[in-house]
């Protein structure tokens, strides 16, 4: 491999760059998408729903305090608007969700980015590698192997390398993507069961409110 980091030349120094800087993003990716954030949300939507049973929104919003989720932060946001009707939870919703879904987008298009650019440093490795293969082939006015061989060989090196950096990538980018993707839809599914639940429970229609039907918690 350093024997290989020589013969590729300058450019190897960029493609180590992104080696490096796409390594550093997929471990705090997997840590976070995959280790931090796991949770069951049917689950534990359930279990709030029960919490708010017992001891009302305000046993609820505690409950997902003591929860690192973005899907608890979400579904925080409907219950600190829970009186103020479905329209309002929802919008709360809305706006709590664009702050979580920036969180879990965070550094993927850096790392969407280091994939393009792998490749192409590569690419730029083999031009300039058979620049420099040319190069010689002229300074010397004939075609021998060893001659070109510097050239080539730093051209192969670089193709090689940017392809290796960036394929592996590409498939942890789409498994990540993937996990987020299937996160937001649980995140949406959890807040619509939460709200429909809210806002029969809590929410008074004037209708309620006259005959004093009313289940305020």
């Known amino acids: 491999m350093i024997h290989e980091f020589q013969v590729g ?3 190897m120094w ?5 080696a490096l800087l796409g390594l550093i993003l997929l471990i705090e990716r997997i840590f ?3 280790l931090k954030m796991r ?3 049917k689950t534990f939507v359930a279990n709030l729903i029960q919490t708010i049973e017992k001891g009302g929104v305000k046993a609820g919003m505690e409950a997902c305090d003591n929860t690192t ?4 932060k979400v579904l925080k946001s409907a219950l600190e608007k829970s009186s103020g009707g479905r329209a309002l939870m929802e919008d709360a919703v809305l706006r709590a969700s664009s702050t979580e879904l920036t969180f879990l987008d965070r550094g993927m298009s850096l790392l969407g980015g280091i994939i393009t650019v792998a490749p192409f440093f590569g690419f ?3 031009v300039t590698g058979m620049i420099r293969a040319f190069a010689a082939v002229a300074a010397v006015g004939e075609v021998e192997p060893t001659v070109v061989a510097s050239g080539i060989s730093e051209a192969l090196v670089t193709t090689k390398w940017g392809l290796m950096i960036a394929a592996p990538l590409s498939i942890v980018f789409i498994l990540i993507q993937s996990k987020i993707n299937s996160y937001t839809r649980e995140m949406e599914s959890s807040a619509s ?3 429909d639940y809210l806002a029969e429970k809590f929410v008074c229609t004037p209708k309620q409110a006259a005959n004093n039907l009313c289940d305020k918690q």
């Open 193 to 195: 069961t939460l709200i």
């Open 69 to 72: 989720s973005p899907v608890a």
């Open 14 to 18: 960029f493609l180590l760059a992104c």
């Open 9 to 11: 030349g300058s450019i």
């Open 39 to 41: 949770l069951n949300t």
């Open 124 to 126: 730029l490795g083999t």
């Open 32 to 34: 976070t998408i995959f």
